[in-house]
């Protein structure tokens, strides 16, 4: 108990700064994510062969966009777009220098989970919207996005714990948070109690996004009332 008292005495507010800097970036990120990645998931179900306004040239290029994004490794995305941060935000330091790279990353995997979502949505439902003579919008708003909530939740419990896995990642240069710490603590200074406490928060962060998400998913299930 002693030996618990004193490292929190030492590194207790540390710890906890670098919790709230992990969250805010994993927030953030998320919320700026998904206004990129819902309207890219929308237009590339929308232009699909099959889809209700089918483009196959456009959907090609959503298509190959979204795949580049998603197999770019995240750690050389974080080096590669310092300049393009340091240009948007004025630094790549800090959660600010986080958001940038975070986002960009995480946009076309939220694109890539939309798309599955709003496919998941029986055809049936569609197809009776278009019988009452729904237009494309109210068909995407009222019924794809609609019908898809609870997997659109879940997905964003996915993308969550994703970007919390990143922004431990961009402690690698500087970018604050528990991996900020775990590197110059743990790593840098061998000191291996500090590594373990940083671990521990992540994984009890990760506990309670995907208990959160899956329990508000439940919820919003129509097939679960």
């Not at 794809?144 to 990642?169: C, D, K, N, Q």
């Amino acid at each position: 108990m002693e030996v618990l008292t004193s490292f929190f005495g030492q590194y207790g507010q540390l710890l906890l700064v670098g919790t709230r800097d992990t969250v805010v970036m994993t927030l953030v990120s998320t919320l700026f994510a998904y206004l990129l990645g819902i309207p890219l998931g929308v237009l590339v179900t929308l232009t699909a062969p099959d889809g209700l306004r089918p483009h196959p040239a456009l959907s090609r290029v959503l298509g190959w966009l979204v795949n580049i994004g998603r197999s770019v490794p995240f750690i050389i995305l974080l080096v590669a777009l310092i300049p393009f941060t340091r240009f948007i935000v004025g630094t790549s330091l800090g959660v600010p220098g986080a958001i940038v790279p975070l986002v960009i990353s995480a946009a076309p995997f939220v694109a890539r989970m939309v798309e599955q979502s709003l496919r998941e949505v029986d055809s049936g439902l569609v197809e009776a919207a278009q019988s009452f003579g729904a237009s494309t919008w109210q068909i995407v708003w009222k019924v794809y996005l609609h019908e898809a909530v609870p997997s659109l939740i879940r997905g964003a419990s996915i993308t969550l714990i994703t970007l919390l896995g990143y922004s431990a990642m961009a402690g690698t240069v500087g970018a604050g948070g528990l991996g900020d710490i775990a590197i110059r603590y743990g790593y840098q200074r061998y000191q291996n109690d500090v590594m373990i406490a940083t671990i521990i928060i992540l994984i009890v962060l990760v506990q309670i996004v995907q208990s959160a998400g899956d329990m508000t998913a439940r919820r919003m299930d129509k097939r679960n009332r």
